[in-house]
């Protein structure tokens, strides 16, 4: 039973910055694909960020390009969102995902992840 589990959220001013953490069990987590996905309230859940596992291949969605980075520690289980200059429009609940086929790319298609976190709230103040 693969269990994914956020941390690190919570309220942030604009400009400001947060790191977020997911750490999976359960799961040869090594050979996912992981991601973060994000959803406003009265919103679809939008991709965020993704990154292979390997770790050498990532994928952003253009509204956090140069201002979101996803990484990854295989020996701790564990894959990070950075998030910098936040503005509100990034208030959301922020989702982890990974991906079920061994060493799959890293997709921005929710669809093709298999499991998910429970979510942790990231309010943005003006």
């Known amino acids: 039973q693969v269990q994914l589990v956020e941390s690190g959220g919570g309220l942030v001013q604009a400009g400001g910055s947060l790191r977020l953490s997911c750490a999976a069990s359960?799961?040869?987590?090594?050979?996912?694909?992981m991601g973060w996905f994000r959803q406003a309230p009265g919103k679809e859940r939008e991709f965020v960020a993704a990154i292979s596992w390997s770790g050498d291949v990532t994928n952003y969605a253009d509204s956090v390009k140069g201002r979101f980075y996803i990484s990854r520690d295989n020996a701790k289980n564990t894959v990070y969102l950075q998030m910098t200059s936040l503005q509100p429009e990034d208030t959301a609940v922020y989702y982890c995902?990974?991906?079920?086929?061994?060493?799959?790319?890293?997709?921005?298609?929710?669809?093709?992840?298999?499991?998910w976190g429970q979510g942790t709230p990231v309010p943005v103040s003006s």
């Open positions: 359960g799961s040869t987590f090594s050979y996912n694909t």
């Open positions: 995902a990974q991906r079920g086929p061994y060493r799959s790319s890293p997709s921005g298609s929710r669809y093709e992840y298999n499991y």
